[in-house]
């Protein structure tokens, strides 16, 4: 699975649009972008995941480049709730029962 | 909304004892996985389970670890004797399929003592 690359903490004010960056320039044509968040040592929560067209579902957008080399995840509107470290994954549509490769993530932190 | 549980929230053992942690994963789900987390770390991936046998496993799923599905709800993951870098987070997830997103529960913390 392709390597991301995320930075490792941002702040966003609440009420505000959060716009998580991440970096994955050596993504294949069969391998999906999701998006993971993990509050305080809670389990990993799946967010959303796409291939190359935008998604867009009751938690987060995800706007994917054309090259498909990087993608952004949005929180339109985000709360203190949404605090949590964010991680992208690069991971193929094929193969066996794939597991998840977690990095260090993004810690985001929702400021009142 | 369905969803995978745990037991037992927190589990405190001797260094060399067995410990058996347990999953329900979410009901129509057929593929199984272990996860740990060592406290200040990244979550790292165990094993897979698929079809009452093991798809994938990493390097540090040795021959201490175990997995098992007893019946048609519980997955369980057996460490036979536990060593104080055992202690961590375990993450039992499920997916429908393959390619699915994983649905992970809210995690075992095991304290080896």
């Known amino acids: ?112 | 909304e369905p969803e995978v549980t745990q037991t037992p929230s927190h589990q405190v053992t001797q260094m060399g004892q067995e410990v058996i942690l347990r999953c329900v994963p979410i009901s129509n789900h057929l593929y199984f996985y272990w996860y740990r987390q060592i406290l200040g770390q990244k979550v790292e991936f165990l094993v897979s389970f698929y079809n009452n046998e093991i798809s994938e496993k990493s390097e540090i799923f040795d021959d201490q670890f175990s997995v098992e599905r007893p019946d048609g709800s519980n997955f369980t993951l057996k460490i036979r004797s536990t060593k104080l870098e055992d202690s961590a987070m375990y993450f039992c997830a499920s997916s429908p399929r393959f390619y699915n997103e994983q649905f992970f529960g809210p995690g075992t913390r095991l304290t080896v003592l």
């Open chain 1, 1 to 112: 699975d392709a390597k991301t690359t995320q930075p490792p903490s941002m702040d966003c004010a609440e009420g505000r649009a959060a716009n998580l960056p991440c970096n994955h320039s050596t993504i294949s044509g069969n391998e999906y972008v999701y998006w993971y968040r993990q509050i305080h040592s809670q389990g990993p929560q799946y967010i959303i995941h796409g291939l190359k067209n935008n998604e867009t579902n009751e938690m987060a957008s995800l706007i994917i480049t054309e090259d498909r080399k990087s993608s952004t995840l949005i929180l339109p509107h985000a709360t203190l709730r949404d605090t949590a470290v964010y991680y992208c994954i690069v991971r193929a549509s094929s193969g066996s029962a794939r597991q998840l490769t977690f990095g260090s993530g993004t810690q985001l932190t929702v400021l009142p």
